[in-house]
């Protein structure tokens, strides 16, 4: 059975600081992985997502991912924050079985930016 | 485009009594999944349907029943609302792919049963 573990429900940073967001699955088969971000009272959306091939991965609004697979870790990342990054961010990780996939999502990791 | 919809937004319930979420999606997805939202908890999945007609159970299905008569809709149901049913709702619709299942989320409806 696969599982997200997200260390640290809460992060908080200094505009242009780095943002590292930490994210940890268990999965008996390879995984799909994926990070969605959520604004305030709104829905999560899609910020970036490894399939297969090249294990950094770049996605929107600058956050990019690498897959490591020796250490079953899939951490965010951002060089320089900005305070339009304040939001949830969930990791989640996708396997797949007979009859389509499952998706297991993280708690989430609330981001903080401080001027 | 408009993607996936929610109504209604928002809506406060006294205990006991029943309401239906709808949601609708115009991208063609086969899957539809509903969530439940709560605080330090993530997001929990109440059930899902992988096509029209077809439903399952997620990992937090009971007080909950919904259904899927159209491909576009997806109906998730309370008959009686109880307080712990207070959350955030979310309906997610995907087109699960051999690179996964990347899924399009609704804005939300915000439940208070009193």
């Known amino acids: 059975a696969q599982s997200v573990t997200q260390l640290g429900s809460h992060v908080s940073v200094s505009e242009g600081a780095l943002v590292l967001l930490r994210c940890n699955y268990s999965s008996s088969v390879p995984p799909y992985l994926f990070w969605y971000v959520q604004y305030p009272n709104q829905g999560l959306q899609l910020l970036l997502k490894y399939t297969t091939g090249a294990t950094l991965v770049k996605g929107i609004n600058g956050f990019e991912a690498e897959f490591k697979k020796s250490e079953t870790s899939f951490h965010l990342t951002k060089p320089s924050a900005h305070m339009s990054d304040a939001a949830e961010y969930f990791c989640a990780v996708s396997v797949g079985n007979t009859g389509g996939f499952k998706t297991i999502f993280g708690a989430g990791t609330r981001l903080f930016v401080k001027a | 485009n408009a993607g996936v919809t929610q109504t209604p937004k928002f809506r406060v319930l006294k205990t006991g009594q029943s309401m239906t979420l709808l949601c609708a999606q115009d991208?063609?997805?086969?899957?539809m999944y509903w969530y439940r939202q709560d605080p330090g908890m993530g997001l929990r999945l109440i059930h899902y349907?992988?096509?029209?007609?077809?439903?399952a159970k997620g990992e937090v299905p009971d007080g909950y029943n919904v259904s899927r008569l159209k491909k576009q809709n997806f109906l998730l149901g309370l008959e009686s609302a109880a307080p712990s049913q207070t959350s955030v709702y979310f309906c997610a619709s995907s087109l699960p792919r051999t690179s996964g299942d990347e899924q399009y989320f609704g804005p939300g409806t915000r439940l208070t049963v009193t």
């Open positions: 349907s992988v096509g029209e007609g077809t439903t």
């Open positions: 991208m063609n997805h086969e899957y």
